[in-house]
């Protein structure tokens, strides 16, 4: 069975630009979690979803990002304009429920503004 | 003072060596997971424990919920070993805290 599957990989953009993250869970899994990575960083949360409703998004910067989980399973998280300090690893993960079991990470996606 | 707090944030061994990562929170938790970071790759989930230890294959890990650590160990250490180990926690709310990261290379 697959695991998470996230597209594209990297992504080089310039500023202002918009961008747009994918991410296939696994079959199943209720909860979606997408997180930032800084360099030499853990991941940070942004925003999860238990099925297609957004139930944690305080770290999600409203004011250019947003997400979307539209039937429960697939999920984009998109940025618009991105800036500079964008550049990161957006990593997304998914787990049967988000009652504490195991969860299970996608490649990431490295983003690159310049 | 972050919630997890692992040691060493770096770690350079020779083949073989035995190696041990730990991990220290402050905050209750329902579960610990123990995950690898390869450069440029996703990361994987090595375990997932809320008490005791639990083994698979070269590695061990072990958790003591008292007092608040876990640690990670590595036996007959090779250089494919070598990646970022990461420390996370399910705190309340379902909300998942992680480590810092540590960076462990092991030299042929």
């Known amino acids: 069975e697959a695991g998470v599957v996230q597209s594209p990989r990297y992504k080089i953009i310039e500023k202002k630009q918009p961008v747009a993250f994918w991410c296939n869970p696994i079959?199943?899994?209720?909860?979606l979690y997408w997180y930032l990575q800084n360099l030499g960083q853990g991941p940070e949360l942004l925003i999860r979803?238990?099925?297609?409703?957004?139930?944690?998004d305080s770290q999600l910067p409203k004011d250019r990002f947003s997400a979307e989980r539209l039937k429960g399973v697939d999920s984009t998280l998109k940025i618009q304009p991105a800036e500079l300090g964008d550049s990161a690893v957006y990593l997304c993960a998914s787990s049967l429920d988000s009652s504490g079991t195991e969860a299970f990470f996608g490649q990431g996606t490295r983003l690159t503004v310049v | 003072k972050n919630e997890v707090e692992q040691s060493p944030q770096n770690l350079t061994a020779q083949e073989g060596e035995f190696i041990t990562i730990n991990c220290s929170y402050s905050?209750?938790?329902?579960?610990l997971h123990w995950l690898q970071q390869h450069p440029g790759g996703g990361i994987v989930s090595l375990f997932m424990?809320?008490?005791g230890k639990k083994k698979h294959g070269r590695l061990i890990a072990t958790i003591n919920i008292q007092e608040k650590h876990s640690s990670l160990h590595i036996t007959a250490s090779h250089p494919r070993d070598s990646a970022v180990y990461i420390c996370?926690?399910?705190?309340?709310?379902?909300?998942?805290?992680f480590g810092q990261g540590t960076r462990l290379t092991i030299n042929p």
């Open positions: 979803y238990e099925n297609e409703e957004a139930v944690d």
């Open positions: 079959s199943g899994h209720n909860t």
């Open positions: 424990l809320s008490s």
């Open positions: 996370a926690v399910f705190r309340g709310a379902q909300k998942l805290v």
């Open positions: 905050v209750g938790i329902s579960a």
